[in-house]
T-cell receptor, first 113, second 109 residues
């Protein structure tokens, strides 16, 4: 199995630019989670989907952040416009319906200058 | 109050030591509990699930105390390779999965 695939692995961009992060969950997993990790705040849950439907987006910092899951095999997290304080590692994880275990991608490290 | 709280450490212990971590959670309706391990600059990976009756996997023991709303992880005979950050995970509301801040462990020779 390929596992959860995220892209890009690294992105450096300038303040004000649009950033799109991508995630392909494990086939057969019905839930998908987006997290942001920083030294100061740890792993924060941004949003999660069940069967492609957003269930809880209360963790999304502000309107600059948006997430979509158009089908069971693809999700995006978009930041527009990006700001330096958005610099973090963004993780996508899909969840096994049998065990509840989260499987993480390798993360997308974002630096906003 | 944060939904899931952990002592961030760091814990610095010698090889062979026994070390224990606790994690408290705020939602008494939480049903699922896990411990994850995260190595530096890597993604978190499941260490073990936590069951109501407690469970053991080799040198690792996890326990759940619903009355006091905490979970614990005990590592016996610690190895150098146990050095990592240990994260507790609790489902808070519905199916969401919320992480504690993590406890950093360093095992020294």
């Amino acid at each position: 199995d390929a596992g959860v695939i995220q892209s890009p692995r690294h992105e450096v961009t300038e303040m004000g630019q649009e950033v799109t992060l991508r995630c392909k969950p494990i086939s057969g997993h019905n839930s998908l989670f987006w997290y942001r990790q920083t030294m100061m705040r740890g792993l924060e849950l941004l949003i999660y989907f069940n069967n492609n439907v957003p269930i809880d987006d209360s963790g999304m910092p502000e309107d600059r952040f948006s997430a979509k899951m158009p089908n069971a095999s693809f999700s995006t997290l978009k930041i527009q416009p990006s700001e330096p304080r958005d610099s973090a590692v963004y993780f996508c994880a899909s969840q096994s319906g049998n065990t509840g275990e989260l499987f993480f991608g390798e993360g997308s490290r974002l630096t906003v200058l | 109050r944060k939904e899931v709280e952990q002592d961030p450490g760091p814990f610095n212990v010698p090889e062979g030591a026994t070390v224990a971590f606790n994690c408290t959670y705020s939602n008494s309706a939480s049903q699922s509990f896990f411990w994850y391990r995260q190595d530096c600059r890597k993604e978190p990976k499941l260490l073990m699930s936590v069951y109501s009756s407690g469970n053991e996997d080799g040198r690792f023991t996890a326990q759940l105390n619903r009355a006091s709303q905490y979970i614990s992880l005990l590592i016996r005979d610690s190895k150098l390779s146990d050095s990592a950050t240990y994260l507790c995970v609790v489902n808070s509301v519905g199916d969401d999965m919320r992480f504690g801040a993590g406890t950093r462990l360093t095992v020294k020779p």
